[in-house]
């Protein structure tokens, strides 16, 4: 499976630019993964690799397929030089291991929770898993293996999380959107919600 990701780097370098630094991160009974950084301008992006080594299994299945089900990475982006966002290295490695540890199918609307702040002094605790095909398109790849989807992960302060849960993502997006809402700014207050 090293193939698959040696092809999702050389996507994420495709459309990202060269990366200027890295993590790697090792749970115990998982496979590494690594977080790449990648500055561009303003902006810092933050894309895991080795969440797709292995396909996303359905928990209540018997045997897991060694080569179907769905594939991803996740992809963070924020404004560069407002909080120490570089300590997001490890909560995004920790979501990325997720269907490795407890067995979860992550997938556009999902909402992910690390339990702590993305990184010091973030009004962040968990994460909303957006649409794939925007900034990194999709990875395709011999059948009869599914694509990589590169999902991108809007932060969620935890009054937004909860009212997600109750209106659903959609409807948290529109909001954002209606109150235009920077989804990059680390420091931002949440939308309101009334």
């Known amino acids: 499976m090293s193939d698959?990701?040696?092809?999702?780097?050389?996507?994420?370098?495709?459309?990202?630019?060269?990366?200027?630094?890295?993590?790697?991160?090792?749970?115990?009974?998982?496979?590494?993964?690594?977080?790449?950084?990648?500055l561009d301008g303003d902006v810092v992006r933050y894309a895991t690799l080795g969440m797709s080594a292995q396909p996303m299994a359905d928990p209540t299945a018997v045997l897991a397929d060694p080569l179907?089900?769905?594939r991803a990475e996740l992809?963070?982006?924020?404004?560069?030089?407002?909080?120490?966002?570089?300590?997001?290295?490890?909560?995004?490695?920790?979501?990325?291991?997720?269907?490795?540890?407890?067995?979860?199918?992550?997938?556009?609307?999902?909402?992910?929770?690390?339990?702590?702040?993305?990184?010091?002094?973030?009004p962040f605790t968990s994460v909303l898993v957006a649409e794939s095909g925007g900034l990194v398109p999709d990875l395709e790849l011999d059948e009869p293996m599914d694509p990589v989807r590169f999902l991108p992960l809007l932060p969620m302060t935890p009054n937004e999380a909860?009212?997600?849960?109750?209106?659903?993502?959609?409807?948290?997006?529109?909001?954002?959107l209606r109150h235009g809402t920077d989804l990059r700014d680390p420091l931002r207050s949440g939308v309101p919600l009334g």
Do not use: I, M, Y
Request: net charge neutral; glycine share 8%.
């Open 4 to 38: 698959v990701l040696a092809l999702v780097e050389a996507r994420l370098r495709t459309a990202l630019g060269e990366p200027d630094a890295r993590a790697a991160v090792t749970f115990l009974g998982t496979d590494r993964v690594e977080v790449l950084r990648f």
């Open 68 to 70: 179907r089900g769905p």
């Open 162 to 176: 909860a009212w997600k849960r109750v209106q659903g993502a959609a409807a948290l997006e529109e909001r954002w």
């Open 75 to 122: 992809v963070l982006t924020v404004r560069a030089g407002r909080a120490d966002t570089d300590k997001v290295l490890r909560p995004l490695a920790v979501l990325a291991a997720s269907p490795q540890v407890e067995g979860l199918v992550v997938a556009p609307g999902a909402s992910l929770d690390t339990g702590e702040p993305l990184w010091p002094g973030a």
